[in-house]
C-alpha cells in the first residue's frame, strides 16, 4: 500500500556551477520524531549530500535521478541548479510541476533569467517565492499568477508628492514646504 501524505517535498536547493550552496531548505514532517538517522539533521550532512548530488547532475541531460532513497528533480539555469526532493513515493509528475512553479515564479519576480547574482541580490524574494509554493513541506500553490500576486512588494505609506516646474508649480512648491515647516513648530512648541 502506497504511504499518502501531504509531506510531498524534503527539500529544495539552489547550487551554483561549483556546487555550493546559493539556497537550501530542507524539510521534516512535524509529525514524524527527528532522529539521528535522518539525513539531514546537520550542515555537514546536508552538504555532504549536496555534494554527492552535484557529482550527479552537474553536465547531465537528464532531469531526474535516484539519490539516497530521495527522487530529485532539477533544473540547469545560468550558473545554477535548481533541485526539488521528494520520497520515492511520490508522484514525479507532481514534483516537476512544483520545480517549474519555483523557476518560472522567481524568473517573472526578478524579471531575469536566474543566476546566481540575481538570486544573492533578491535573495528574501526568492525565499518568498520557494515559501508560497512550498510550507513545510507541503505543495501550498503551483499557479503562477497566484505565486506573484502575493510575492509583491509592500506599498509604501508616503504620499506621491508632484511638483511643477513651472513659475505657478515653484510657487505652489512654496507654499506647500512654507505650510509644512509652520504646522511642524506648531508642533514642537
Not at 549530500?49 to 547531465?60: G, R
Not at 532531469?63 to 530529485?72: G, P, Q
Not at 514525479?92 to 515564479?105: F, H, P, R, S, Y
Amino acid at each position: 500500500m502506497v504511504n499518502l501524505s501531504l509531506y510531498a517535498i524534503q527539500g529544495v536547493l539552489i547550487l551554483d556551477n561549483e556546487g555550493k550552496r546559493v539556497f537550501t531548505k530542507y524539510f521534516h514532517p512535524p509529525h514524524e520524531p527527528v532522529s539521528d538517522g535522518w539525513s539531514f539533521s546537520t550542515v555537514k550532512k546536508q552538504k555532504e549530500f549536496e555534494a554527492k548530488l552535484f557529482k550527479k547532475t552537474y553536465k547531465k541531460n537528464a532531469e531526474i535521478l535516484i539519490l539516497e532513497d530521495r527522487l530529485v528533480l532539477y533544473k540547469e539555469c545560468a550558473n545554477v541548479i535548481l533541485y526539488v526532493m521528494g520520497s520515492l513515493e511520490e508522484n514525479e509528475i507532481v514534483l516537476q510541476d512544483t520545480l517549474n512553479a519555483i523557476k518560472v515564479g522567481i524568473e517573472v519576480e526578478l524579471n531575469t533569467d536566474i543566476d546566481k547574482k540575481a538570486i544573492q541580490d533578491n535573495y528574501d524574494v526568492v525565499c518568498l517565492v520557494v515559501d508560497e509554493v512550498i510550507d513545510d513541506g507541503i505543495i501550498l500553490e503551483t499557479e503562477l499568477r497566484t505565486i506573484n500576486s502575493r510575492v509583491t512588494k509592500a506599498p509604501t505609506n508616503e504620499p506621491t508628492i508632484t511638483i511643477d516646474l513651472s513659475e505657478k508649480g515653484l510657487l505652489s512648491a512654496w507654499g506647500f514646504a512654507k505650510s509644512k515647516l509652520a504646522e511642524t513648530l506648531q508642533q514642537g512648541l
